[in-house]
């Protein structure tokens, strides 16, 4: 494998890692509050869906992002009634967020657009277009680290950019703000807190929102940048891929930004058997590259990675003593 064909599977494996690392990120926020949220992929395909229309209808992809956000926290808000008010199963009402989500976005893009479940391609400003980086064609001609900067660092959408951010940010907030340190203490022990005289069900709450920011983030990426448009069950089990990675990186942000670049590069491999045969020297079935993703998942969370300890009050409904 070439230097060229490297640089394009790494170009790959940041445009796929990018909707996992966002939805990785929602689920460590929620689920260091203690809300295990299954739900993810639903609030990604919801976002998707919503901004993907929008975009379409507006021709305004920046409405689409707003579309998109704003679908995705409606979910996190039927996920944290259901699980913080009412103290439901949290993963019960996940799933079951799951599959609203499968055939509510199927029904409202047919009721739209009428092409089967999709919303038509977007084009020009419906759509977040690659941006390139300063000095990005004036340093292509610098020996690896010019066609590096070139090809793999520059050239993607803003979305790219704001979830590497986030990684940093949200590192900062969970452990180097009062907010984070509270947050992370109503995952491990919610009555301590309560004690102190912080609400539990404001802070939860307050998680559950920032989940549905980045999985809106995540969905609308999915359907503005990554493709042009919304198509039936786009997310293709991301949701359940992302919460892999969380598993992968032990609830730390930095650890999720590198295991969803795994998870990403498996992707990417998938997309081109011509290498992997390469490097192989055999031939490998186009199915079993497609499930590549999929079987480190499953490898993942029969703890191949060794035991990971979520926090201690993780799907628990706190109920305030009296």
């Known amino acids: 494998m070439d230097y060229a064909t490297l640089l394009q599977i790494l170009d790959s494996t940041l445009r796929l890692a990018t909707p ?27 976002a998707a869906m919503a901004s993907g229309a929008v975009a379409a209808l507006s ?5 689409g992002l707003c579309a998109g956000i704003g679908a995705s926290l409606v979910l996190a808000a039927l996920h944290g009634i259901a699980s913080i008010t009412f103290r439901g199963n949290q993963l019960i009402a996940g799933v079951a967020l799951n599959f609203v989500a499968s055939g509510v976005t199927v029904l409202i893009a047919q009721r739209m657009f009428g092409q089967g479940g999709r919303t038509p391609p977007l084009t020009g400003d419906a759509r977040f277009n690659p941006l390139t980086l300063p000095f ?23 979305l790219v950019y704001l979830a590497l951010a986030l990684v940093p940010l949200s ?9 984070g340190l509270r947050l992370r203490a109503v995952g491990e022990n919610p009555a301590s807190v309560d004690t102190a005289g912080v609400s539990v069900v404001a802070l939860r709450y307050a998680a559950v929102a920032i989940t549905g920011v980045l999985c809106g983030l995540a969905g609308a990426y999915m359907a503005t940048a990554l493709q042009a448009g919304f198509g039936r069950e786009m997310t293709a089990g991301r949701g359940y891929i992302a919460l892999a990675a969380l598993i992968f990186a032990k609830w730390r942000p930095w650890a999720a930004l590198w295991a969803t670049l795994l998870f990403g590069f498996f992707q990417a491999l998938a997309l081109r058997p ?9 031939k490998v079935p186009v199915p079993a590259l497609d499930a590549l993703p999929y079987v480190l998942t499953v490898l993942v969370l ?11 009050a993780g799907g628990q409904p706190y109920v305030k003593e009296r």
């Open 59 to 63: 021709g305004s992809v920046w409405l």
């Open 20 to 46: 996992l690392l966002l939805a990785c990120l929602a689920g460590l926020f929620s689920e260091r509050a203690g809300i295990f949220d299954i739900g993810l992929e639903g609030k990604m395909l919801m």
């Open 136 to 158: 990005a064609e004036e340093l292509r001609g610098v020996p690896v680290l010019g066609p590096l900067y070139a090809e793999v660092i520059s050239g993607h959408s803003i």
């Open 274 to 282: 011509d290498v992997v045969e390469a490097v192989l020297r055999f």
């Open 302 to 312: 029969a703890g191949f990675v060794g035991k990971a300890i979520p926090p201690r």
């Open 171 to 179: 590192w900062w907030v969970l452990y180097r703000t009062r907010f």
